[in-house]
């Protein structure tokens, strides 16, 4: 690797002198090939540290290097060029606008078309640092410099390519895997930006979807949603999953309907294992809506066993009813504390979208499956009624009831843990005036909860006093200490 060991005034007096005979020789051609490409390597690793090598960055320095990159007839050339590019602009975000306003856009789509990783990634690149903060015309890009339709063909290619990894075991080109990286980033900025043209990327669902089933989950120890699987979670965020059979089809493949919803729930419990709570919101909250999305498009005629498979990996099962819920270490105990993480509040509000979703958007089942203590703070913040009459076994609503057990043990409609399961730690005896305090705190709170439908049962403390099995004690009351 090229090291050039020179920095202040003499680094800046070098990147000066080569900026001025790449620009000269965009006239003259006086460079040979090697002589361009070697002025180009020096260039970069130079531009590695911006101090001391403003030349790069002008306006002068960026023009010269993209005349370079999309002029020239040497394909070494137009990398080399590219890849000082695109650490430019990486680096200093104003020589983006600077790039744009030279209209090199269509000729980055153009490179897009060709058959090499180095080319898409590296055009792929500067189009994408080219969405932020510049006024680039993607509307433009993709309707006449068809670039939805390149980044679908080199998905398609991609998608190709890792099934014929997966198949024959073999590892792919690190290059590969970062052009794949760099097409998916872009697919999701354009379709976030220009949202009116989303419709032009639908044809990327099928490929993605390969991706997804062919891509090993990254060994123990590492990110599982690191490149390329973070991106190709997010990458269908703003597409239309719905929007015709054909998507549809290939979300739940015929001859394994559930194995794409099985794969990301795997990837959600890896990544709550493995993500600290400050990441959550950034990279795992795409994977939770992806997952809704994956249960809110299921087909429930001919494919029931989807909704099935979603809802016992995410609810409760009856094992851990024996205990408090969200007292364990399984991804639904996980998933429940997550609900009210202050440190990853859009994590926590995702998360309590999926299971009000997998509890088919019913406050009943909703609070069933996961307990009323969970299920409060989402139905307040979302207007939903409190359903009534909760405490019992199971009801006959449907499978989304307690992730379809069967059990009819009473339930702790609070804490989701079966009533005859419940311990209660040894006190001593309370005392006269603790327990009447006791009984009215009880009065209080049985009132509050037939009032909002929690219970439906007469208020027991009420009941005493009405049977005459209550007594206040009097002002000069003392406990006989014998």
Partial sequence: ???????????????????????????????????????????????????????????????????????????????????????????????????????????????????????????????????????????????????????????????????????????????????????????????????????????????????????????????????????????????????????????YPKDAPSSLAQKLIKLLDLSLLSYQDQDLDATVTPLVCLIASMYEYAPTDDSPEVCDTIRKSLLPSEEERTNVLGKGDTLPARLLVNMTNPIAPEFAKAVSHLLFNVSDKDAHKFVENIGYGYASGFLFQNNIPVPEGLGGGDDEKGQGSRAGQSSKRAVNPITGQFLDAETFPDMPEMTMEEKEREAERLFVLFERARKLGIVDVENPVAKAVQEGRFEELPDDYEEDSN
Wanted: with cysteine.
């Fill in 1 to 251: 690797m090229l090291s050039t060991g020179v920095s202040g005034p003499a680094k800046l007096q070098a990147v000066t002198s080569l900026v001025n005979k790449l620009t000269e020789d965009l006239g003259s051609k006086s460079l040979s090939s090697e002589e361009r490409d070697k002025a180009l390597e020096e260039l970069k690793v130079y531009g590695r540290d911006p101090r001391n090598a403003d030349p790069i960055f002008t306006k002068e320095g960026i023009e010269t290097l993209t005349k370079h990159a999309f002029d020239s007839s040497s394909e070494t050339t137009c990398r080399n060029a590219l890849r000082v590019l695109c650490n430019s602009m990486l680096l200093k975000p104003e020589t983006r606008q600077r790039f744009v306003d030279l209209g090199y856009e269509s000729k980055a789509c153009e490179k897009l078309k060709n058959d090499n990783w180095d080319d898409e990634f590296l055009a792929t690149r500067v189009i994408f640092f080219s969405t932020y903060g510049t006024s680039i015309d993607l509307a433009k890009l993709i309707d006449e410099d068809h670039l939805a339709d390149s980044i679908v063909n080199n998905l398609s290619r991609h998608a190709t390519r890792f099934s014929e990894h997966a198949k024959n075991k073999t590892k792919a080109d690190p290059m590969e895997v970062m052009a794949l990286g760099e097409t998916l980033r872009l697919l999701f900025n354009v379709t976030s930006k220009c949202p009116s043209k989303t419709d032009s990327f639908t044809a990327a669902v099928p490929h993605i979807v390969t991706l997804l089933l062919s891509l090993d989950i990254p060994p123990k120890g590492s990110p599982p949603l690191e490149a390329p699987l973070g991106p190709l979670v997010n990458a269908p965020m703003n597409l239309k999953l719905d929007d015709d059979e054909e998507t549809r089809k290939c979300l």
